[in-house]
């Protein structure tokens, strides 16, 4: 089984590299860096990321199973099709793993992150359409003018996190506590709230139920 090459001084050159539906287990990379390398059917058990750097690389079909990001950062890499599980994210940003082509609101780079915590982490502007974040964690989140229409947030816990000008139309918020939705900017058509939630949510606008 390949690992990553690993020299003097702190850093990781793994250039020119191509793992195809490789497994790698309790691996820990700080402060390293992994150049040119690309990635495809593979999974990521257990691993610990931080102030890693992925420069020129490419992600796809990716499985992460409790696995920890922490300011990690990537240089003109792309990611697609990938799964999250159980993971952590510090610090982290999904723009950079992206492109556009031409759409008003770029793609998130997974439609699966279930039982993760996200602390720190912006999602301003993404098309995050049908994502299962099930019992995941946001701390100091930010979802404005996203559109996450179909996601599921059901038993999810927030923090210091905000929904502005978004598309939640046909969201599960069932069991979830702590999120901020501005009712005056978001589409709410179809979602689905518990009778409690929808009652603290029209105090808001102060509307009271009895």
Same mark, same amino acid.
């Given at each position: 089984?390949?690992? $990553?090459?690993?020299?003097?001084?702190?850093v990781?050159?793994?250039k020119?590299?191509?793992?195809?539906d490789?497994t790698?287990?309790?691996?820990?990379?700080h402060?390293?860096?992994?150049?040119?390398?690309?990635?495809?059917?593979?999974?990521?058990?257990?691993?610990?990321?931080?102030?890693?750097? $992925?420069?020129?690389?490419?992600?796809e079909?990716?499985?992460?199973?409790?696995?920890?990001?922490?300011?990690?950062?990537?240089?003109?890499?792309?990611?697609?099709?990938?799964?999250?599980?159980?993971?952590?994210?510090?610090?982290?940003?999904?723009a950079?793993?992206?492109k556009?082509?031409?759409?008003?609101?770029?793609?998130l780079?997974?439609?699966?992150?279930?039982?993760?915590?996200?602390?720190y982490?912006?999602?301003?502007?993404?098309?995050?359409k049908?994502?299962?974040?099930?019992?995941?964690?946001?701390?100091?989140?930010?979802?404005?003018?996203?559109?996450?229409?179909?996601?599921?947030?059901?038993?999810?816990?927030?923090?210091d996190?905000?929904?502005?000008?978004c598309?939640?139309?046909?969201?599960?918020?069932?069991?979830?506590?702590?999120?901020?939705?501005?009712?005056?900017?978001c589409?709410?058509?179809?979602?689905?709230?518990?009778?409690?939630?929808?009652?603290?949510?029209?105090?808001?606008?102060?509307?009271?139920?009895?």
């Amino acid at each position: 089984m390949n690992y $990553f090459v690993v020299y003097r001084g702190g850093v990781c050159y793994d250039k020119n590299m191509e793992y195809i539906d490789k497994t790698f287990e309790n691996k820990s990379m700080h402060e390293k860096r992994v150049r040119e390398a690309e990635f495809t059917d593979c999974i990521f058990k257990n691993c610990k990321f931080e102030d890693t750097e $992925f420069v020129a690389c490419r992600f796809e079909g990716i499985t992460f199973l409790s696995c920890r990001f922490v300011n990690v950062k990537f240089r003109h890499s792309l990611m697609f099709s990938a799964a999250f599980e159980n993971c952590a994210f510090v610090n982290f940003s999904f723009a950079s793993l992206v492109k556009c082509y031409g759409q008003v609101n770029p793609s998130l780079p997974f439609t699966r992150a279930e039982g993760c915590t996200f602390k720190y982490v912006p999602f301003v502007g993404f098309d995050m359409k049908k994502t299962n974040f099930r019992k995941s964690n946001f701390i100091g989140c930010d979802f404005n003018n996203s559109n996450v229409k179909n996601s599921d947030f059901s038993d999810c816990t927030f923090a210091d996190a905000s929904f502005s000008a978004c598309n939640l139309e046909g969201c599960n918020f069932e069991n979830a506590a702590g999120f901020d939705i501005d009712l005056n900017s978001c589409k709410l058509k179809n979602a689905q709230f518990s009778y409690a939630q929808a009652a603290r949510m029209l105090l808001s606008l102060g509307i009271r139920l009895i």
